[in-house]
């Protein structure tokens, strides 16, 4: 089972960007489609972007598409999220999931990391 950790989370103005990290352990990322979810303050955690375990097909969801852009790289046991032009309403904790092809369940979650765009 993979162990995912999270980084670079943050404060920042509206307007600004900042890039996320999703560090696993083992020899097994690649096989797992990789996933980000956040959760507001007082909020559902919501689904914001995945990426297949080649990294040739990415997902959005509607609020962050434009703005976001979700990567990995393999040979680092790495997956990313490059944000830019952040909104207030991005705030929340951003989690990365892995998730094995057929399945719905997560097998890993990462502790997740705070970001926080001020008006």
């Known amino acids: 089972q993979v162990q995912l950790v999270e980084s670079g989370g943050g404060l920042v103005q509206a307007g600004g960007s900042l890039r996320l990290s999703c560090a696993a352990s083992?020899?097994?990322?690649?096989?797992?489609?990789m996933n980000w979810f956040r959760q507001a303050p007082g909020k559902e955690r919501e689904f914001v972007a995945s990426?297949?375990?080649?990294?040739?097909?990415?997902y959005y969801v509607d609020s962050v598409k434009g703005r976001f852009t979700i990567s990995r790289d393999n040979a680092l046991n790495t997956m990313y999220l490059q944000m830019n032009n952040l909104e207030p309403e991005d705030t929340g904790v951003y989690y990365c999931?892995?998730?094995?092809?057929?399945?719905?369940?997560?097998?890993?979650w990462g502790q997740g990391t705070q970001v926080a765009v001020s008006s």
């Open positions: 083992g020899r097994t990322f690649s096989r797992y489609i």
């Open positions: 999931a892995a998730r094995s092809p057929g399945t719905t369940l997560f097998a890993s």
């Open positions: 990426i297949s375990m080649s990294g040739v097909n990415t």
